[in-house]
């Protein structure tokens, strides 16, 4: 069984660009939720995607979009980037309501 | 509001001594869950343990074991013998509205160092 898998493991960008992150979900999960985490931090939740639809979402501004393909993997995308957006982006899957499996994160540095 | 409080914000113990990592929780739902997590230095979050707010019933699993207590709204995990793997951030979650997955509140974790 494979589990969750994020690429890339780390990037660098500066600001006002744009970044796509990616998380392949675990085998059999439906569900993909996505979080950022500061340094120091715990995770603050920003959306989830079931059936390829946005599930909810956290206090973050438009500018955070994401997608869930027929595959459910996933896709994050961050326009405008700011110097606040530097952190680490985790992917969690799941089977419906069930326990979320996080990936091992994406570490984005805004300069 | 929900609310998740690591009141420890760093823990540091010799191997092979207990230590309880404490967690409290605010919310108005009475159907909601609690979750445990450790993330170590490589930043993966590791699933521990998930409890519905209709079992009161503490768990113990191997050296690890959760003590929920609703009347005070605490869900306090205990790791006995400790081990220097045992170093990480640990986090307690909160999830509510009758679902144990949508938008997982978090506290701001607890960093345990076990000194061999």
């Known amino acids: 069984e494979t589990g969750v898998t994020q690429s890339p493991t780390h990037l660098i960008k500066t600001r006002g660009q744009q970044v796509t992150l990616r998380c392949s979900s675990q085998?059999?999960?439906?569900?993909v939720s996505w979080y950022q985490q500061a340094l120091g931090q715990g995770p603050q939740f920003i959306f989830q995607y079931y059936r390829e639809e946005e599930n909810g979402r956290g206090n973050f501004p438009p500018r955070f979009s994401g997608l869930q393909f027929p595959n459910y993997s996933s896709e994050l995308n961050v326009n405008a980037l700011e110097l606040d957006d530097s952190a680490l982006y985790l992917c969690?899957?799941?089977?419906?309501?069930?326990?979320?499996?996080f990936g091992p994160g994406t570490r984005l540095t805004v300069l | 509001a929900q609310k998740v409080t690591q009141a420890q914000t760093e823990i540091s113990v010799v191997e092979k001594e207990d230590v309880t990592l404490d967690c409290v929780y605010e919310?108005?739902?009475?159907?909601?869950?609690l979750f445990w997590y450790k993330q170590p230095p490589s930043g993966e979050l590791v699933f521990l343990i998930r409890?519905?707010?209709?079992d009161e019933q503490n768990e113990i699993s191997g050296r690890y074991s959760w003590n929920f207590q609703k009347s005070t709204s605490s869900f306090n995990f205990t790791i006995t013998a400790s081990q220097v793997v045992d170093s990480a951030v640990y986090f307690c979650a909160l999830s509510v509205g009758g679902d144990s997955n949508y938008q997982l509140i978090w506290g701001a974790g607890t960093k345990l160092i076990i000194k061999p």
């Open positions: 919310t108005r739902d009475t159907t909601y869950y």
């Open positions: 409890r519905n707010s209709f």
């Open positions: 969690a899957s799941s089977f419906f309501y069930n326990e979320q499996f």
């Open positions: 085998s059999g999960h439906n569900t």
